[in-house]
């Protein structure tokens, strides 16, 4: 059983609005960079790309990140760990990095990207860009920019639908699986 909580509208909006709060926040996309947490927070920061390069008629650079090594739960062995690519091909140094994430929850995946993140230089600031932010927060983490808040009970999940890796756009809420 599954409820849809955002539809591919909803997407859209949520999309140009956090692109143009971005802007309004820096000043202009001078000097901002995108960097996607695998696997769709590499997609939002793409389709912010492109919605910032479409409002500022400019190039802001994206990357991808991959946190599977800095994860806190690797050391448990419950999951068996797939390494994907991490793509950062500037330099960080001075720039407005702006995280982006599909689903905040706990705050320890934005944990874990914050630390791959600084192996790869010292940005000016680090700024969060979330779809959805679902609450109960075990880590003092908080989004800059944010898609929408939908407060969830723990016990369901989340899942973001994006059309370049599921072929539609929806946000939907499910119920545990037993």
């Not at 800059?144 to 898609?147: L, W």
């Given at each position: 059983m599954s409820t849809t909580l955002l539809n591919e509208n909803d997407i859209a909006r949520a999309i140009s609005r956090i692109s143009h709060e971005i802007l309004e926040r820096n000043q202009g996309a001078e000097d901002i960079a995108l960097i996607g947490i695998r696997t769709r927070g590499v997609t939002l920061s793409s389709r912010l790309q492109d919605k910032i390069n479409a409002i500022e008629n400019t190039q802001v650079e994206t990357g991808a990140l991959d946190i599977t090594l800095y994860r806190d739960d690797l050391g448990a062995g419950l999951q068996k760990p797939e390494l994907k690519k991490t793509e950062i091909t500037f330099g960080l140094e001075g720039k407005?990095?702006?995280?982006?994430?599909?689903?905040?929850?706990t705050g320890r995946t934005i944990r874990a990207?914050?630390?791959?993140?600084?192996?790869f230089g010292r940005p000016a600031s680090v700024q969060l860009a979330v779809l959805v932010d679902r609450g109960h927060r075990e880590l003092p983490i908080r989004p800059?920019?944010?898609?929408k808040n939908i407060p969830t009970p723990k016990t369901k999940r989340v899942q973001v639908h994006l059309k370049e890796i599921d072929g539609e756009d929806k946000v939907i809420i499910q119920e545990p699986v037993k």
């Open positions: 407005h990095v702006i995280l982006c994430d599909d689903v905040l929850f990207a914050i630390d791959a993140l600084m192996d800059d920019y944010v898609g």
